[in-house]
Nanobody, 125 residues
Framework: VTLVESGRGTVQAGGSLILSCHGSGFHYGSYSLAWFRQIPEKEREWVACFSTSNQRTYYSPSVKGRFAFSQDGVQTMPLFQMSDLGPEDTAMYHC???????????????????WGRGTQVTVSS
């Protein structure tokens, strides 16, 4: 499984960004895809999860209503749209994938064996 993030950028508070996670080597429909973020000297924080088996989505309370997955077509890797960004959203964002159905147990970094290298998101006030 290979995951590569794209969409890094710097935006002003209130702005938007779209992140992509380009994945290969896994069977779509059997994996859950998640976004985590991390700032230096802090633990990796779960942000959201997308279940490829049923297209259900789950979000942490800190981003619910501002961030959302979207798909251009059936069985395509979902985009991750972030809006109303604030300085607290500044972090390195990593996508992760694992054979989890319905994102069950998918809010913990230890649940994932497959990670991208990350893409930096910076929000200025």
């Amino acid at each position: 499984v290979t995951l590569v993030e794209s969409g890094r950028g710097t935006v002003q508070a209130g702005g938007s960004l779209i992140l992509s996670c380009h994945g290969s080597g896994f069977h779509y429909g059997s994996y859950s895809l998640a976004w985590f973020r991390q700032i230096p000297e802090k633990e990796r924080e779960w942000v959201a999860c997308f279940s490829t088996s049923n297209q259900r989505t789950y979000y942490s309370p800190s981003v619910k209503g501002r961030f959302a997955f979207s798909q251009d077509g059936v069985q395509t890797m979902p985009l991750f749209q972030m809006s109303d960004l604030g300085p607290e959203d500044t972090a390195m964002y990593h996508c992760a994938a694992e054979r989890l159905r319905g994102c069950i147990g998918g809010s913990h970094p230890g649940a994932y064996n497959h990670w991208g290298r990350g893409t930096q998101v910076t929000v200025s006030s």
